[in-house]
């Protein structure tokens, strides 16, 4: 019997055994080639046919790049990644380490960057501690496992996660989902970035690295694992945790002697519908901080082997994802709790988180200020999945674009986020709060869709039966994709009338509030493109067969 964590099939011209699954590709034919000079000079792996850019993506680039070819042949042999978003073929899956779903993601979210989810209960929505930490275990455990099932998707198709979206909303689809996504990953960088900068910028008052240099650098250092590829990233990501982790356990006990005050902000909270609202609101945001990895999640073990046990990148994704979130975040909100007026004036009315954590570790004298300067790096491992999925998502747009190398779209990102970093250094929190509630919406839709297609359409005995993989990128074989598309756009419906910002609350996110309303705009979202998406997609494949 099928269960929920069995592979779609995934059809071709032999059956491939692989460990316990059966891997099934259909046929073909010499028709079925592109005529597009990039995709030319095919061979067959394992009964999929593949281009020269997915069997040797290194000589493919060097030979389209004319007088630089030798230059690019040198680049790549020095360990640079070549390829972008063309499918891992399975006799190229060279690693096994599994575990990497695990220490990655614990890496990328046990710094700095995350501390500020938690402080934003108390610094935009007047939560007490309990209230906060409830919220963000909650929420936080329906975004871990939305995120951890895209993981799963990597090692069963070789493809980055924007690819995959090809095979639910067509190539037109992938591009307006990478468009979202190329957005997504640039917040999330500069909010990196900017706090990165403030916290470089607060060891010294009086000798201190400049706002702006502090910027700079840190993406600077993004840049670097990112330029070079797969491997470094993951070598980086791998080992990362241990120190910031530690750091980490240094500020909750330096923030115990300080005087933790869960009970401070209760006079200020509100109560009944307005503090459901405030609830609701914050939960969008921790829900948003979870699923922004989302549409990133399969672009990082798409090396792993074909028949890796779907369950076990699952588990290892969403404690990856889970633990270290909740344990920083929940930080974030001890801190803020803190009464003391060093303690208060150090964050400021403006909300500095970085001032903050600096107070924390003052006492500490000069190895307080180390352990700052690591933590300002602790961006790093978080803003180095933004660099190279938004390079690859930059890619996913269409063919002129995925010609042009890897690594110069990691460049192009990186210095989009840097100048939007310096530009608004100053507005940090405002800039976090918005971009985790609005990516929250589209990222809710995103997983709806995906996922809908894979348990119901792909799956055994599903109207399509499985990934037909050699057609990734062969839009007249993939589908149509008005059946995404206008699931997405019920699916933004749906983020409308429920949304509750600043500067729009929509009828519903209004009718759920109080003054300011209640954001509901995920759970609209994702309600409207689930509903939607099964008829219109059972539409589409009656009429296109596809």
């Known amino acids: 019997m099928w269960s929920a964590w069995s592979p779609p099939i995934i059809r071709s011209t032999h059956d491939v055994l692989l460990g316990e699954n059966h891997f099934h590709f259909p046929p073909t034919s010499a028709q079925d080639t592109m005529s597009d000079e990039h995709y030319q000079d095919k061979e067959k792996v394992g009964g999929i046919e593949l281009s020269e850019t997915e069997a040797a993506p290194d000589q493919a680039i060097a030979k389209r790049f004319g007088a630089f070819g030798p230059f690019l042949e040198k680049l790549f042999a020095s360990g640079v990644e070549a390829r972008g978003v063309e499918r891992v073929p399975e006799d190229q899956r060279e690693t096994r380490n599994v575990w990497n779903n695990l220490l990655m993601w614990w890496s990328v979210n046990t710094v700095l960057t995350t501390i500020p989810v938690g402080v934003l209960g108390k610094f935009l929505f007047t939560l007490t501690f309990p209230h906060t930490v409830a919220t963000i275990l909650c929420f936080g455990f329906l975004g871990a496992i939305t995120t951890a099932f895209v993981a799963t998707l990597g090692p069963q198709t070789g493809l980055r996660t924007m690819i995959i979206t090809r095979y639910s909303s067509g190539y037109i689809g992938c591009t307006l989902f990478s468009i979202l996504n190329i957005l997504t990953q640039l917040g999330f960088a500069t909010t990196a970035v900017i706090l990165g900068g403030q916290t470089l910028a607060s060891v010294s008052s009086s000798h201190g690295v400049p706002l702006v240099a502090g910027v700079i650098i840190v993406g600077v250092c993004s840049l670097i694992p990112c330029f070079i590829g797969y491997n470094m990233v993951h070598i980086y990501e791998r080992y990362a945790w241990m120190v910031m982790f530690f750091i980490m356990c240094c500020l909750y006990g330096l923030g115990g002697k300080a005087g933790f005050d869960i009970g401070a902000q209760k006079p200020l909270e509100d109560t009944g519908k307005a503090l459901s609202a405030d609830i609701l609101s914050f939960g969008s945001i921790v829900f948003g901080s979870f699923t922004g990895w989302a549409p990133v999640a399969a672009d990082y073990n798409v090396r792993l082997p074909a028949d890796t046990p779907a369950l076990r990148v699952f588990t290892l994704t969403m404690f990856g994802l889970y633990i270290p979130i909740c344990f920083t975040s929940i ?216």
């Open 331 to 546: 930080l974030g909100a001890a801190l803020v709790t803190i009464t003391d007026p060093e303690y208060v004036a150090a964050f400021g009315a403006d909300g500095s988180t970085g001032g903050l954590i600096a107070q924390v570790l003052s006492p500490w004298g000069g190895g307080g200020k180390f352990l700052l300067v690591l933590l300002a790096f602790s961006c790093v491992a978080n803003n180095i999945p933004n660099t190279y999925s938004a390079a690859l998502s930059i890619q996913a747009l269409g063919r002129p674009l995925a010609i042009v190398p890897r690594f110069i779209w990691v460049i192009f990102t990186f210095l989009v986020y840097t100048i939007a970093g310096v530009a608004g250094r100053e507005h940090f929190s405002v800039i976090l709060s918005n971009s985790l509630s609005i990516l929250s919406y589209w990222t809710a839709f995103f997983v709806v869709i995906v996922a809908e297609e894979h348990f119901i359409f792909r799956r055994p005995g599903g109207k399509l039966g499985g990934y037909n993989l050699a057609d990734w990128d062969e839009p007249s074989k993939l589908p149509l994709g008005f059946a995404g598309i206008l699931a997405g756009c019920f699916g933004v419906v749906g983020a409308v009338v429920g949304m509750a910002q600043v500067w729009y609350t929509g009828p519903i996110g209004k009718q759920a509030g109080a003054t300011y309303g209640a954001d509901l705009g995920f759970e609209l979202a994702a309600a409207f493109a689930g509903v939607t998406y099964p008829p219109l997609r059972w539409i589409e494949i009656k009429l296109t067969g596809r």
